[in-house]
Every structure is written in C-alpha cells, then in structure tokens.
C-alpha cells in the first residue's frame, strides 16, 4: 500500500455520516416533494443504467435505487447554504449509496471513470436534467480509497441497519446479536483500524447497541436462572412426573382388579368375555376349526356317557327284574308245599 493511500485511510473522516447522514437519505426518501423531479431523473436513471453495462431491471433499478439517489443529490445541493449541514460527510454517503447500487447490479464504472462523473454524463440527442455536481470534490479526493471505503461502509451500514430493526422490536437483538460482533471484530482489524474517527464510530456503535440490546433486556427467564435454580426445578418436574404417572398405573389397576373380583359384575362379564374371545375365534379365525374339533370330541364323549349310562341303568333294571322275578318264584312255590 502507497504512503498516499494509508494516510488517506488514516486521515479519512467518519465524524457525522452513521447515523446522520444515513438518517437524512431515508428519511428524505420517505417523502412526497419529488414530483418536479421525477421525470428529469428518470431519464438519468435510464441513461445511468446503460451506461454502465446493465440490461434490464430497468423499474426496479429505476424506482427502487436511481431515483432516491438522485434526489438524496438534490437533496445535498439545497441544504449546502445551511450552516449546520455537512456537505462533505453527506457526499461521502451518496458516493458509497451510488457504488453500492453499481455493484447489486454487476455494472462497472472502471471504463470512464468515477460513477459519479458516469452519472452525470450527458445522453445523445436527448436533453437531460442538470445532475448536481455538488459532490465532485469530495468524490474526486477519494477515489483512491474508494473501493477500501466501500467494504467500511457496507458493514457500518449493516450493523445500523441492524440498530434500526433492534429499535423497532427489541426481540431481534438476540437474532442480530451475533451478526453485529462478528462485524465489529471485522471492522476493528481493517485497514482503517488507526483511523481515530473510525475507532470513535466503533466505540459509539457499540455503545449504542450494548444500551440497546443490553442482556438483561433480550435474555429469556431460562437463561437468567442460576444453575442450583435449574437443578431444583428439574428436580421437581422429574418428582411430579414420577408422581402423576404412579397414579395413573394405580388407577388403571384398580379398575382391572374391580372388573374381575366384584362379586355382581365379575360372574357376569366374566363368562360374556370368554364367549366373545370364542365367538371371534371361531367365526373370524383359523383357530375355528381346532374348536370344532373340540366340541365334536366334547360331543362324542358326552354321547358316549350317556350310552354307557344308558347301559348301566338297563342292566340294573334287568337284574332287578330277575330277582324279583326269582323271589317271586320262591313266595310262589312256598304256599303250596
């Protein structure tokens, strides 16, 4: 790196750009006086957009990034009489807006010059507005470091960014918390680290966010208990779960035992539960066929008791008729002896 390019970098002011100079280009954007300017610096846009080698896009391009710029330029040229208006930190703000918006869209300046004279260069056979050249200077003295700046200024616009939706809804802190220090730890090893205003710009950053989005604001009730805290409450939840599942076994077996020992409900739903199973089994399954050879076998041998019982009871009565039959006899044979 030339000695003239690092005392640049080290002599470059920061003082007033973050956030004021970001403040004044929203806000100045956010409002209705661009009617008188429109069309003028729509064929600028339009101009500008070919100009540096980009094809289409040309309402986004326009609408969205072009026109804002232009009328952020404007917007420098009418507050340079104020005395408490700093010309020269806003110009360094439009040039870094107006490089950014050249590198979203791959365009390139590098043929012709700064993108700054590009954007002001006239249109052939076209009769264009008079784009301020209120910012020549300043852009003229630092392209040297221009593309060092342009890294700087994308990370503070981010981290601001950053702080602007933090404000918004303070829940985003622990979102944006990580990427806000790793550009910090970023910014305050670059090449503008001996840079004093920088280091202020830091400083004041953090200081803004740290008040922010301070722990205490964006940490949950879990993350502020100490861990003996956490331990005891564990310890409870575990207990109470123990506890509620106990009862909830004891309750199921409970109501099992008293299904199957009350003396009203248990002979009756007892004796109904076995015939569903055997109804089921038998209707529904392949099992029904082994109970049909069980009941056939029940059968049988009930129709074998019986006949074996039907024997008996016919011998009995056979020899009881032979014996009375002989008794007879016997009465019979006494009375005429």
């Known amino acids: 790196m030339s000695d003239e390019k690092t005392e640049k970098i080290n002599n470059f002011d920061f003082t ?48 969205n990034f072009c026109l804002p710029l232009c009328y952020y330029l404007n917007y420098i040229k009418e507050s340079n009489s104020k005395s408490d208006f700093n010309v020269d930190a806003s110009c360094k703000y439009f040039y870094y807006k107006l490089k950014d918006l050249v590198k979203k869209y791959r365009g390139t300046c590098d043929e012709r010059g700064n993108c700054y004279v590009i954007l002001r260069l006239p249109r052939k056979n076209a009769t264009l507005i008079n784009v301020p050249d209120i910012c020549m200077k300043v852009v003229e003295d630092i392209s ?7 890294n700087v200024f994308y990370h503070l616009d981010g981290l601001y960014t950053a702080i602007h939706r933090c404000n918004k809804n303070p829940r985003l802190c622990k979102w944006d918390g990580k990427t806000c220090k790793n550009a910090i730890e970023n910014l305050k090893t670059c090449e503008f680290k001996n840079n004093r205003s920088f280091n202020e710009l830091i400083t004041k950053f953090e ?16 993350e502020k208990r ?52 055997v109804f089921v089994l038998f209707k529904y399954t392949s099992y029904g066929s082994y109970i049909q050879l069980g009941v056939k076998n029940l059968r049988s041998a009930l129709k074998k008791k019986n006949k074996n019982h039907s024997d008996l009871i016919d011998s009995f009565e056979k020899t009881y008729k032979n014996s009375v039959d002989k008794k007879y006899k016997v009465a019979y044979a006494s009375q005429y002896y």
């Open 16 to 63: 007033s750009i973050y956030p004021d100079c970001r403040n004044d280009f929203n806000n100045y954007n956010r409002s209705s006086l661009h009617a008188s300017l429109y069309s003028g610096y729509s064929a600028v846009c339009n101009n500008f957009r070919l100009n540096i080698g980009v094809h289409g896009y040309g309402q986004v391009f326009q609408e």
């Open 207 to 222: 200081n803004q966010y740290n008040s922010l989005c301070s722990e205490p604001e964006h940490k949950s009730v879990k």
């Open 144 to 150: 040297i470091i221009e593309e060092n700046l342009y």
């Open 226 to 277: 100490t861990p003996q805290e956490i331990s005891i409450i564990e310890k409870n939840s575990e207990a109470s779960e123990n506890a509620r599942t106990q009862a909830i076994k004891d309750k199921y077996t409970s109501a099992m035992i008293g299904t199957f020992t009350d003396t009203g409900t248990g002979m009756v739903v007892l004796p109904f539960i076995i015939f569903i199973i």
